[in-house]
């Protein structure tokens, strides 16, 4: 079955950058639309973002808008999610998902990777 593997977290300080990674593998990732959610300690899950099978983006969490950028490389079978002007409030765990169209919230999503810690502190 499909699988996913996020990498690329870490600490950094605010205002800070840093390129998330999902790589799948199983199937041809051409297939799928990927998104990456975020979830911190105690709170709810967040769509951050999704990129369609065409390689456009569809949706973007207003609070990361101008500062997050996702990209897919089919060939490679790999997501990105570059990362700038990172702030405390961004810390959270990373995990990318992959459906056959994008969408906005965890369900509906059946493929998920482990994810990945980011921690924005100085």
């Known amino acids: 079955q499909l699988q996913l593997v996020e990498s690329g977290g870490g600490l950094v300080q605010p205002g800070g950058s840093l390129i998330l990674t999902c790589e799948v593998s199983?199937?041809?990732?051409?297939?799928?639309?990927i998104a990456w959610f975020r979830q911190a300690p105690g709170k709810g899950t967040e769509g951050v973002s999704c990129?369609?099978?065409?390689?456009?983006?569809?949706y973007y969490l207003d609070s990361v808008k101008g500062r997050f950028t996702i990209s897919r490389d089919n060939a490679k079978n790999t997501v990105y999610l570059q990362m700038t002007s990172l702030k405390p409030e961004d810390t959270a765990v990373y995990s990318c998902?992959?459906?056959?169209?994008?969408?906005?919230?965890?369900?509906?999503?059946?493929?998920w990777g482990q994810g990945t810690q980011v921690t924005v502190s100085s």
């Open positions: 998902a992959a459906d056959s169209r994008c969408r906005a919230e965890p369900i509906g999503y059946d493929y």
């Open positions: 199983g199937f041809e990732m051409d297939y799928y639309a």
């Open positions: 990129i369609r099978v065409s390689g456009d983006g569809i």
